[in-house]
């Protein structure tokens, strides 16, 4: 049979899609990555009783780069917190609104192991849109959450009643947030400590800037388990003094731990998950919630292109409903 039949009959052949489609998955699963480290998300408090008070959050190492790194992104939340006092009908405690907050992070290598970071902030609270979706993803996974279902949707209400008698209310608004500055030092390939300043920059109402300057001394670990698995964590410590109507009631110093990982299960695409423990930020407010520590997940996807740029999308779920965090709050931001 000559050579020309032979490609002749070859070509004739039915095409079976599994004998593309395995070389093309196997190429994408092996498509080569940039021998960057990579990091989680950077992850602040976004509950305004949280964010008023701690100068801690979670910092990602930075790896190495002769040129600015930039990080973007928008957290939007919805949050239903009931404090009650000696009855169901007495409410000593009431966040109820929808939140959201548009970040900006800047860092620039001073040299091997040094480098400078900045941070700002756009930040609002109005009344929201997302209270029917938010009851029907409840009704879904068969979650009862009675401090929802006797509000009215879409309706802000932020105030506290203190144990002195004083009540506090607080009003939606749009407004630029305090300012973060920091400098920080590469111990290693896989340990970094950062020294970071807050300053009183918010031009929001009471209830969503510290009014003071904080600090923090933010130390991360991120280590690589296998060529796709790595792990990251931090222990975080912060001082923020006492300031404004709540100082009675506020803690100076405040611990966060974290703990994570990112998995690279196919090609360029990761998983990622992170969970974030802080230390109550109050005492004695007459809210249990308020005076107890902070329990969040953060967890998504994570694609990362051939330049090395980074594009992110997830959610963060409060584990500890009773402590000051947040209901749901969706993320999405990039990095370059």
Do not use: C
Not at 185 to 210: C, F, I, K, M, N
Not at 214 to 237: C, I, K, M
Not at 242 to 265: A, C, K, M, P, V
């Amino acid at each position: 049979m000559s050579e020309r039949v032979k490609a002749a009959r070859y070509l004739a052949r039915p095409v079976r899609p599994r004998r593309i489609l395995a070389p093309v998955l196997g190429l994408l699963a092996a498509w080569p990555v940039s021998s960057v480290a990579q990091s989680l998300p950077l992850l602040h408090p976004l509950n305004p009783m949280a964010e008023s008070r701690s100068a801690v959050y979670f910092q990602p190492y930075l790896d190495p780069s002769p040129r600015w790194r930039v990080h973007w992104g928008l957290d939007y939340a919805s949050a239903a917190e009931v404090g009650l006092g000696t009855s169901l009908a007495d409410t000593s405690y009431l966040l109820d609104a929808e939140l959201w907050r548009l970040d900006f992070a800047l860092a620039r290598d001073l040299g091997a192991r040094t480098f400078v970071s900045g941070e700002v902030w756009l930040g609002g609270a109005h009344a929201g849109f997302l209270d029917g979706f938010i009851d029907w993803y409840h009704g879904l996974f068969g979650i009862r959450f009675p401090e929802r279902e006797n509000r009215n949707h879409n309706e802000f209400a932020y105030r506290h009643r203190l144990p002195d008698g004083r009540t506090l209310r607080r009003s939606p608004g749009v407004f630029l947030g305090d300012l973060w500055l920091g400098i920080g030092r590469r111990h290693d390939a896989e340990w970094q400590s950062v020294l970071s300043v807050t300053l009183p920059t918010t031009t929001g109402p009471d209830g969503y800037g510290r009014g003071t300057v904080g600090v923090s001394v933010l130390n991360t670990v991120r280590t690589a388990l296998t060529s796709r698995l790595l792990f990251e964590g931090s222990a975080n410590l912060g001082f923020t003094p006492r300031h404004g109507e709540l100082r009675d009631y506020q803690n100076s110093l405040g611990l966060s731990l974290t703990s994570g990982f990112r998995w690279r299960f196919w090609g360029r695409l990761s998983a990622f998950a992170n969970l974030y423990l802080a230390t109550p930020y109050y005492h004695d407010t007459g809210v249990p919630g308020l005076d107890r520590k902070e329990l969040t997940i953060d967890f998504g996807w994570i694609l990362r292109a051939r330049d090395g740029r980074e594009w992110r999308i997830g959610m963060a779920e409060d584990l500890a409903p009773s402590g000051p965090a947040i209901d749901l709050n969706f993320r999405v931001g990039g990095v370059w």
